[in-house]
Nanobody
Framework: QVPLLESGGGLVQPGGSLRLSCTAS????????MLWFRQSSGKERELVAR???????EYANSVQGRFTISRDNAKNAVYLQMSNLQPEDTAVYSC???????????WGDGYWGQGTQVTVSS
């Protein structure tokens, strides 16, 4: 098992900022892509941002220019800096990673955190 633990969610006013963190723990050999998804009530889960193994970022159009994904490979961590937040950004944000556990030769992309709630409201 490779638990992922998110933190940093909360309540923020429109135009505000939050920084989410996600750390993978357990026995890990290496990590490829690390991703942030979000899901709001009544909607399908949406890919928000991806950080490839070499740190190249990709963003959904809806957050381009407002969100920044970064990672610290030494800490097995990925971050999501969110700026100019709007009510439509309200959702549960979850991280996902493609991980090769220690002492294995395979990769798994089914590792998820429990999610952290982000609420944007005045």
């Amino acid at each position: 098992q490779v638990p992922l633990l998110e933190s940093g969610g909360g309540l923020v006013q429109p135009g505000g900022s939050l920084r989410l963190s996600c750390t993978a723990s357990g026995n890990i050999h290496s990590i490829k892509d690390m991703l942030w998804f979000r899901q709001s009530s009544g909607k399908e889960r949406e890919l928000v941002a991806r950080s490839t193994a070499d740190g190249r970022p990709e963003y959904a159009n809806s957050v381009q220019g407002r969100f920044t994904i970064s990672r610290d490979n030494a800490k097995n961590a990925v971050y999501l800096q969110m700026s100019n937040l709007q009510p439509e950004d309200t959702a549960v944000y979850s991280c996902n990673a493609c991980v090769r556990p220690a002492n294995t030769t395979w990769w798994g992309d089914g590792y998820w955190g429990q999610g952290t709630q982000v609420t944007v409201s005045s």
